[in-house]
Structure formats: structure tokens, C-alpha cells
């Protein structure tokens, strides 16, 4: 059964500092996998995606590599901001069936 | 402007109702979604129409039943609520199908909360 585990499942940590959230997942085939941020009461919002060949992808202070032979992800936070405090939540894509398969989230918590 | 609306944010019902979410894109895009969300923050894909056409169910009851009268349009009835349908839903729409052939972005609405009692 294809699966997607993310850790910690929750993270408090202090403003300015950086983080990074983890993503295994044992989907294959593999087609591309996503990191989403959703804030409290808000839908998801996309920060990344990552195709096969890429290892690494940035947007703004969030950087995302990928090891598509140990199938594990990261997002890395850089100077953490208030802002940050959300859910980031890891989807993994299955090549030719396009089955989207989500993961249960990290919690995120940045105290000033 | 809101790209991707929903209405209403909050739906609170009593079992055995039936009821119905809307959901409205702005962005031109071929393919619409809905998604349930549990108490656990669980994402669950349950629906997907792309050009009006079912293209993803995944297994949900049948008191659930897509609408989508035009491109821009996917709304979501509920039949006969029970208690365990208490979730959040979303709404969310991609260019194209966010799939394995294509890598569009997904954008989502701010979600309604059901809640059954």
C-alpha cells in the first residue's frame, strides 16, 4: 500500500531559527511530489514541486530536496518567521495512474 | 479577487438532512476537485472533473454526488448526513489534471466546515 509519512509531527521551535521537516514515502512508480502549507482554517497553499530529477528546489526561505532512490524528501525553513506557523503537508504522486496520496501533516509552531 | 470560493464556510446539520456545498474557480482552469479533510488533518482526494467530465472517484458513499454544471462550477450534495461525514471539505482546481502527466498546480478554496449533529 502506498504510503506517506512525514516527521516530526510536530515542531515548535523560535523564531529566526531554521528547520527542516521530513517526507518518506514508498509510492512507486513515482511521478512528483509536493510540499503544501496550509495555515489554520485556510486551504493549502503549493510551495514546491519536484519532478524526478531534481534534487533540490527553493522558494523564497523554503527548500525542498528530494532522494528519489531512499524516497525521502525534506523542507527545510530558513530564518524562521511568525508567518510560518502551519501545517506543511507532503503529496506524493503515482506515475501513470496519477493517484495522489497525501501526508498527515506537520505541525509547525514558531514562538517568538 | 478569490480565485476558488466556497460557500458556505461553516454548514452545521442534523443527521438524515441533506445538504450542498458550492464551489466557484476564477482562474480559467480545466479541472476541479474536492477533497475531505478529518478531525486528524487527514487530506482525502474524492472527487476530480476535468471539462465537466468524472475523471477520479474515489471509494466514497453514494450520498455523495459531484455536481459540475459548467467549467467553473463543482459543487458537492450530500445525501442523508451522518455523523461521520463531520469534516472539512475543499474545494480546489489545477490547469489540467495534477498528475502524473502534468505538474500544474493545484489551488485550493478556504474549505467548509460540516459539522453533524
Known amino acids: 500500500k502506498n504510503q506517506v509519512e512525514q516527521s516530526p509531527q510536530s515542531l515548535i521551535i523560535l523564531e529566526g531559527k531554521n528547520c527542516t521537516l521530513q517526507c518518506n514515502y514508498t509510492v512507486s512508480p513515482f511521478s512528483n511530489l509536493r510540499w503544501y502549507k496550509q495555515d489554520t482554517g485556510r486551504g493549502p497553499v503549493s510551495l514546491t514541486i519536484m519532478t524526478f530529477s531534481e534534487n533540490t528546489k527553493s522558494n523564497g526561505r523554503y527548500t525542498a530536496t528530494l532522494d528519489a532512490d531512499t524516497k525521502q524528501s525534506s523542507l527545510h525553513i530558513t530564518a524562521s518567521q511568525l508567518s510560518d506557523s502551519a501545517s506543511y503537508i507532503c503529496?506524493?504522486?503515482?506515475?501513470?495512474?496519477?493517484?495522489?496520496?497525501f501526508g498527515t501533516g506537520t505541525r509547525l509552531t514558531i514562538i517568538p | 479577487d478569490t480565485a476558488v470560493s466556497q460557500t458556505p464556510k461553516y454548514l452545521v446539520t442534523q443527521m438524515g438532512n441533506d445538504k450542498s456545498i458550492k464551489c466557484e474557480q476564477n482562474l480559467g482552469h480545466d479541472t476541479m476537485y474536492w477533497y475531505k479533510q478529518d478531525s486528524k488533518k487527514f487530506l482525502k482526494i474524492m472527487f476530480s472533473?476535468?471539462?465537466?467530465?468524472?475523471?477520479i472517484n474515489e471509494t466514497v458513499p453514494n450520498r455523495f454526488s459531484p455536481k459540475s454544471p459548467d467549467k467553473a462550477h463543482l459543487n458537492l450534495h450530500i445525501n442523508s448526513l451522518e455523523l461521520g461525514d463531520s469534516a472539512v471539505y475543499f474545494c480546489?482546481?489545477?490547469?489540467?489534471?495534477?498528475?502524473?502527466?502534468?505538474?500544474?498546480?493545484?489551488?485550493f478554496g478556504p474549505g467548509t466546515r460540516l459539522t453533524v449533529t
Open positions: 480546489a482546481s489545477s490547469q489540467d489534471m495534477a498528475g502524473a502527466f502534468s505538474y500544474y498546480e493545484q489551488y
Open positions: 503529496v506524493v504522486i503515482e506515475g501513470g495512474n496519477e493517484k495522489l496520496t
Open positions: 472533473y476535468n471539462n465537466k467530465e468524472l475523471i
